[in-house]
């Protein structure tokens, strides 16, 4: 299996510009997680879905966030507009419904300037 | 929700020496904690995990502990190497209908001396 991809693994865009993060899950696995890592606040989950439907959207930070997921192979992640401290690294993560192991992608190195 | 305490936040060992990383987590409901590698530049990695019906479990130099009364797990590395050398992190699931919902720790930065 090819494990969870991200695109693009970087990008670099300026304060106001749209950005949007793209993750394909592993065939099969049902749930799926964004995460953000920054030095300050660590691994924080941001958003998940189970079956495509969003379940837990509470540590999206603000409206300036959203995220959508209109199949079983497919989720983005957009920010609009982008600010400075949205720097960070935005990992993709998915697992099976029932079992608990998250893979993670090999993430999203976001840089706006 | 659940709130996930780690530590030590950085480990030096000499290569050869043990180290351990201790956590605390909040939600007695939680029954899932795994502790992932992460190398610089990297994702994390699975390395281990332990479930609330186990006390222990090994794999090779790696083992983990967890005591449900005390809602605390740790991991032991025995025999390290410098190529342990990397952030730990571990974490614990939300229990009730969130079981994938995992919280971290905010890592551990091991560094192994050869």
């Known amino acids: 299996d090819a494990g969870v991809i991200q695109s693009p693994r970087h990008e670099v865009t300026e304060m106001g510009q749209e950005v949007t993060l793209r993750c394909k899950p592993i065939s099969g696995h049902n749930s799926l997680f964004w995460y953000r890592q920054t030095m300050m606040r660590g691994l924080e989950l941001l958003i998940y879905?189970?079956?495509?439907?969003?379940?837990?959207d509470s540590g999206m930070p603000e409206d300036r966030f959203s995220a959508k997921m209109p199949n079983a192979s497919f989720s983005t992640l957009k920010i609009q507009p982008s600010e400075p401290r949205d720097s960070a690294v935005y990992f993709c993560?998915?697992?099976?419904?029932?079992?608990?192991?998250?893979?993670f992608g090999e993430g999203s190195w976001l840089t706006v300037v | 929700g659940e709130n996930v305490e780690q530590h030590p936040s950085t480990l030096s060992v000499q290569e050869g020496d043990s180290a351990v990383i201790k956590c605390t987590y909040s939600d007695s409901a939680s029954n899932y904690f795994p502790w992932y590698k992460q190398e610089l530049g990297k994702r994390p990695q699975l390395i281990i995990d332990i479930r609330s019906n186990v006390g222990e479990k090994k794999d090779q130099r790696i083992a983990v502990t967890l005591n449900k009364t005390a809602k605390h797990f740790s991991l032991h590395i025995t025999e390290t190497q410098p190529e342990d050398s990397a952030v730990y992190f571990c974490?614990?699931?939300?229990?009730?209908?969130?079981?994938?919902?995992?919280?971290f720790g905010q890592g551990t930065i091991l560094t192994v001396h050869p």
């Open positions: 993560a998915s697992s099976l419904l029932d079992g608990n192991t998250i893979y």
């Open positions: 974490a614990a699931n939300a229990g009730g209908t969130s079981y994938g919902k995992l919280t």
């Open positions: 879905f189970n079956n495509n439907v969003p379940i837990d």
